[in-house]
């Protein structure tokens, strides 16, 4: 039998062990690291970073109502009913290779991954292709079906776009397979500390604050532009900051609203730059305890409204169970709030071409045939 020294020995080079292995773990290249240096002195001079952290334009409570530790306990341990789809999601893979460059369009790859044609330029938003929206492989496994697209299903693109760092919009092994495939990378501020030691080309890099145009030619402009959310990779909160982009070139209009809740910051971005030929807005992963940093549908709804989108496509949803919601709920809760709105609401599955500005172009309820 192990008396008291022998015991408080053991638990000592088990308590060391573990601290050393969880040193490892989160030292992985996929964690990144905080930032430094130059950065870090751009960040503190940002009018959006004060306090410590980056804040959102308008004050908001971050926490998570009950309780961060009783809502990570329900997301592991509770019951999984209806949370996912019962068969594989039904998608419609394109082969990007092979879209026209000339025609405007948008692939959505499930979740927040987008591809869009727009005025001969390639552009690629989010891209997850991991199986897994986390570290570990065993949380936020992607629906079965869900997963269609691969690095090598990407031709070369002229604008990779990122909007924060959270696993499911910064994915490790995605952006290292496209690394010599993308022309130009856009991020928020402090983002460009995951390029850099990850080994990217820094020229290439452009890393900008809110409200910052972009020109990337002559005919290409790429808008930074605000979102109420929230940043981290199990490192320090709000670090780095959060966003939402818009692309504009001579003959369209594009938003892609990037995670966040519901605030005025709409208004003014269509005040500013709209209407949009198309608004891409997230639609998923919401909840009532946490319903200042990602859109209620109805929200999503009233927010298109506020940019002046001629066209809405959904996004954050179809992939990944990041919520407690019905894995359908956000496309049935979505077309009910989009009825009477002066927009028309498009449901492609994943992976089906969407051709930006043809009223012509019908879709499904497709998410009905999973029932």
Known sequence: MMNRRQFLKAMGIGAAGLALGSTYYVNRPEFGRLPTGMRRERILASPHYYDGQFQNLEPIDQTVKGGEAKAMAEFLFGSSEGLKPKGRMISQKTDLHSLPLDEDCVVWMGHSSLYLHLGGYRILVDPVFSSYASPAFFINRAFD????????????????????????????????????????????????????????????VYEEDWYTAIPLAGDLTVHVLPSQHFSGRLLKRNQTQWAGFAFVTPGRRVYVSGDGGYGSHFRHIGEVLGPFD??????????????????????????????????????????????????????????????????????????????????RQTFSAWWEQMA
């Not at 919520?323 to 599955?349: F, M």
């Open 145 to 204: 079906g869900s997963n269609i697209y691969a690095a090598a299903d990407i031709p070369p693109v002229d604008v990779l776009v990122l909007s924060h760092d959270h696993w499911d919009h910064l994915d490790y092994p995605s952006v290292m397979a496209l690394k010599d495939k993308a022309k130009h990378i856009i991020c928020p501020l402090g983002v460009g500390e995951y390029f850099e030691q990850w080994g990217f080309d820094m020229a290439r």
């Open 278 to 359: 198309l608004a891409v807005m997230e639609n998923g992963q919401y909840n009532e305890r946490w319903a200042r940093i990602h859109l209620m549908p109805e929200e999503a709804a009233q927010a298109a409204v506020d940019v002046g989108a001629k066209a809405v496509l959904s996004m954050h949803n179809g992939k990944f169970a990041l919520s407690r919601h019905p894995w359908a709920e956000p496309y049935q809760r979505l077309s009910a709030a989009s009825i009477g709105k002066p927009y028309r609401l498009l449901t492609p599955k994943i992976g089906e071409a969407v051709r930006i500005g043809d009223d």
